[in-house]
């Protein structure tokens, strides 16, 4: 299975059989998934801990439970994305995303 980028070109390759596990391996083996298309893909669960995500087009992911801590998010597409329990804590991710996360995790903030 292949890991593609906006362009479609690709930048990861695994035999492993879900996107799930390609993605955890390509994460395992540091490998760079800036731009990556991985939109709808279901990650639920997935470590992504410290994941070179900047850029990679996530919308409409099930990124439940996921563990993100860490991980280069900066820029990602996460609209739609489903990220009920996810652990973002220490991810990189730009203003408008922190509150579209915010918004997404129904989160209340005291100002």
């Given amino acids: 299975m292949e890991i593609k980028n906006k362009n479609g ?3 990861f390759t695994s035999e492993k059989e879900t996107i799930r596990e390609v993605v955890g391996e390509a994460v395992k083996n540091s490998a760079n998934l800036s731009y990556a298309n991985l939109y709808g893909a279901i990650l639920s669960g ?14 409409y992911a099930n990124l439940c439970g996921a563990y993100l801590r860490g991980a280069d ?10 990220l009920c329990g996810a652990d973002l804590y220490g991810a990189k991710i730009n203003e408008s995303q922190k509150d579209m996360i915010i918004k997404a995790l129904n989160l209340k903030i005291k100002k």
């Fill in 46 to 59: 997935a470590n992504l801990s410290n994941a070179i995500l900047s850029g990679a087009d996530l919308s």
């Fill in 73 to 82: 998010l900066y820029g990602a597409d996460l609209c739609g994305a489903n």
């Fill in 9 to 11: 070109e690709v930048i």
